[in-house]
Nanobody, 121 residues
């Protein structure tokens, strides 16, 4: 059983930055993804990264503003969020799966508890 622990959420002003972290327990490396869910809306894909960091994908809404990266020595994935917008306000969830497709599709096997990101205008 893998445990994912997110951190780094909080309050930011529009145009500001936040960095989310997600630490995975154990030594097994997984493809990792970030998803978010705003109030009253369905969960949506934000970004994903393969185990080797050779492949990354982003939702169109965050391309050019968010960057996903990972440190395999720490088994941790990061989401650097720049030029934040009020519409980025959501609970952000970290997901992990052995299959990269799982990390991008929302069918990931493992999920974190979520961290709130609030962007004020």
């Amino acid at each position: 059983q893998v445990q994912l622990v997110e951190s780094g959420g909080g309050l930011a002003q529009a145009g500001g930055s936040l960095r989310l972290s997600c630490a995975a327990s154990g030594r097994t490396l997984y493809a990792m993804g970030w998803f978010r869910q705003a109030g009253g809306k369905e969960r949506e894909f934000v970004a994903a990264i393969s185990r080797s960091s050779g492949t990354t994908d982003y939702a169109d809404s965050v391309k050019g503003r968010f960057t996903i990266s990972r440190d395999n020595a720490l088994n941790t994935v990061y989401l650097q969020m720049n030029t934040l917008k009020p519409e980025d306000t959501a609970v952000y969830y970290c997901a992990a799966d052995l299959n990269y497709r799982g990390a991008t599709s929302g069918s990931s096997r493992y999920w974190g508890q979520g961290t709130q990101v609030t962007v004020s205008s």
